[in-house]
């Protein structure tokens, strides 16, 4: 297992700050980061946050997965590597 959890579901107005505050619930929040769109600099609704250790992480999502932040009901998981992208040659 790993410490790194995916963040899904999350409104467009929420900072990372709101992250780390609501994840440091849990335990010690090592990292937070909103994926955001390169062009705009808008949020993409989903994110990472990296949790001292992995009991703290399994901690956050049993207390944080379905919650509302913001809103809406977050999604917390494990994260997963990005799968491998299919580069078509012109």
Do not use: C, W
């Not at 703290?56 to 917390?76: H, P, Y």
Request: hydrophobic letters at 35%; proline letters at 3%; glycine letters at 8%.
């Amino acid at each position: 297992m790993t410490s790194k959890l995916y963040v899904g579901n999350l409104s467009y107005d929420t900072s990372e700050d709101t992250l780390r505050n609501v994840f440091s619930q849990a335990g010690e929040v090592k990292s937070a980061l909103i994926i955001t769109n390169k062009m705009s600099g808008r949020s993409k609704g989903f994110g990472f946050v990296e949790m001292g250790t992995e009991e703290e992480a399994q901690k956050a999502i049993e207390m944080l997965n379905g919650q509302e932040i913001d809103g809406r009901n977050i999604i917390v998981d494990i994260a997963r590597p990005p799968k491998p992208r299919r580069r078509f040659l012109r």
